[in-house]
């Protein structure tokens, strides 16, 4: 069976703003004494390639601080190292970690430290140490944690075991923002060395490898399957794929961006990216300025066939603004999934497109404005451009003719900040809090088109605060700021064989790793 492995984060590159296994079951029409054999043949291939000793990759000569370091390979180590105070796990609720309980009200979150957590080198873990974490990434905008720490004002730590957290607006779920590894305060990395955790590994390296063993005076106790792990030097982002597929290490995390390869005889789980995919809208032009016309164009879209067609699987439909896997949200039904053409003519028809002209193109009375629309894409993505071309046959079924502009990302951002679109697809990684300020606040990074004194944006702050999420979802249903399409997905990509539960998740891909062995 063939996975389909994309190499976007596997080598060293920053974290970007903006995967399921493409394994087919087998036929029903294979005979049971068929399926026996493969299954023994799979069995025996097993067996044999079963690895001595689990092997993850990293790159020595690059950062080995996961606080600074813009090396994916090896930030993706952390959850080994290093503690965090909280962690989100799959379904983003917030899990205690370092934290012995955490209090958040208005704009002040409180954190009380367990007590007798120690570093590898037998120094106690106190508040300074997470003070200092956090200031770090403050000041360095490259870190791939700095998303965090935006809505972060100060850290204060109070005696040993106290830190005060000032928030710029309150965030009801700014627990979730809690998982930053904690390093030892002014442990700079050395030469092959990260920086001092205290995570359930601790590390120890030699002229050309290095090696993770069991921390025996970690918090969290218990009994881990893989009592020493080896960490293989990669001499580039290109040697990973080969290095996977040989056996040399045994699990990798990718993104799927665009470029994905045909790896086979390895096995997959998915990894929610918590990364949106999204339909920009000009509000500012006649033709979208009405949320009918708005909501009509979302009615009519089949987010269910986008995300297996155009994103291969390798994304979660929803009609929403937040994660559809998370704990605390509203989930889409399938008929919500799929294009509702009755739904988008009722709003056509609502916002005066009450006839069509000879090109099917729905038109006002009299064959005035007929409603075409240019969609904006970047044409670098190929996933993108994919998704643009079924969104306009999607389109044109329930009369809205579309015009796509594919641009290079140079020019797509230059004629997203000149307004030059009706339409535009884009994608936005959101905090684990689910803040969409980055796609509705004055000055977001995302906040194109968006409608001035946005209601859904007034509806976000309002349940950030700690107000009803269903009033939140009654404002952006109603207002439509902008078309929710799915969320990718990435994956970790393993030697078979591996037993437990593999439960990655985007801010720990190791997530459960005590339980697993080969």
Not at 185 to 190: I, K, Q, V, W, Y
Not at 196 to 225: A, I
Not at 500 to 518: L, R
Request: hydrophobic share 40%; with cysteine; aromatic share 8%.
């Amino acid at each position: 069976m063939a996975l389909l492995l994309s190499l976007a984060l596997a080598g060293c590159a920053a974290r970007p703003s903006g995967g399921a296994s493409s394994s087919k079951p087998s036929s029903s029409s294979k005979t049971s004494s068929a399926k026996a054999s493969s299954q023994a043949s799979s069995a025996s291939l097993q067996a044999a390639s079963k690895p001595t000793i689990f092997s993850l990759p990293v790159v020595f000569a690059q950062d080995m601080n996961p606080l600074t370091s813009s090396c994916m390979l090896n930030v993706t180590l952390w959850p080994l190292l290093y503690d965090s105070l909280t962690q989100p796990d799959a379904t983003f609720t917030a899990r205690q970690g370092l934290a012995a309980s955490v209090s958040n009200s208005g704009a002040t979150m409180t954190v009380q430290l367990r007590g007798g957590v120690k570093f590898s080198d037998g120094s106690a873990l106190t508040a300074q140490d997470v003070a200092y974490s956090y200031n770090l990434v403050k000041t360095t905008p490259s870190s791939y944690f700095y998303g965090n720490v935006s809505n972060i004002v100060s850290v204060t730590p109070q005696g040993s075991g106290t830190v005060v957290f000032s928030l710029a607006a309150p965030d009801a779920l700014a627990q979730n923002l809690l998982d930053i590894p904690i390093v030892k305060s002014g442990s700079g990395p050395a030469a092959r060395t990260p920086s001092v955790g205290s995570g359930p590994y601790t590390f120890s390296t030699n002229q050309f490898s290095g090696t993770l063993s069991v921390n025996k005076s970690w918090y969290g106790g218990g009994t881990f399957g893989f009592q020493t792990i080896a960490l293989v030097n990669m001499p580039s982002s290109d040697a990973v794929l080969g290095s996977l597929k040989i056996g040399e290490i045994n699990y990798l995390y990718t993104d799927y961006g665009n470029g994905a390869v045909p790896t086979a005889n390895l096995e997959s789980k998915a990894v929610n990216l918590n990364r949106m995919v999204f339909m920009g809208v000009n509000s500012a032009h006649a033709l979208t300025a009405d949320a009918h016309v708005r909501k009509a164009i979302s009615f009519a879209l089949d987010r269910q066939s986008l995300s297996d067609d155009a994103f291969s699987s390798q994304a979660l439909p929803t009609d929403l603004p937040y994660n559809p896997d998370w704990a605390g949200g509203a989930k889409p039904t399938g008929a919500e999934l799929g294009a509702q053409l009755d739904k988008a003519g009722a709003e056509l028809a609502a916002a005066g497109f009450t006839s069509q002209n000879i090109g099917g193109v729905v038109t006002k009375a009299g064959g005035a404005t007929p409603l075409q629309l240019t969609l904006l894409v970047n044409s670098g993505d190929q996933q993108m451009t994919a998704a643009a071309s079924q969104i306009k046959v999607e389109l044109a079924k329930a009369g809205v003719g579309v015009t796509i502009n594919a641009q290079p990302f140079n020019a797509y951002v230059a004629a997203l900040q000149a307004g030059s679109y009706d339409l535009y697809l884009g994608n936005l990684s959101l905090a684990a809090d689910m803040d969409l300020s980055p796609l509705l606040a004055s000055g977001g990074t995302a906040a194109y088109g968006v409608p001035a004194n946005s209601a859904t944006l007034a509806a976000f702050n309002a349940w950030r605060a700690g107000g009803a999420l269903s009033a939140l979802t009654t404002a952006f249903t109603g207002e439509m700021p902008f078309i929710a399409l799915c969320f990718k997905t990435g994956s970790v990509t393993f030697t078979p064989g591996l037993s437990g539960t593999v439960t990655p998740t985007v801010q720990n891909v190791f997530y459960g790793i005590a339980g697993w062995h080969y």
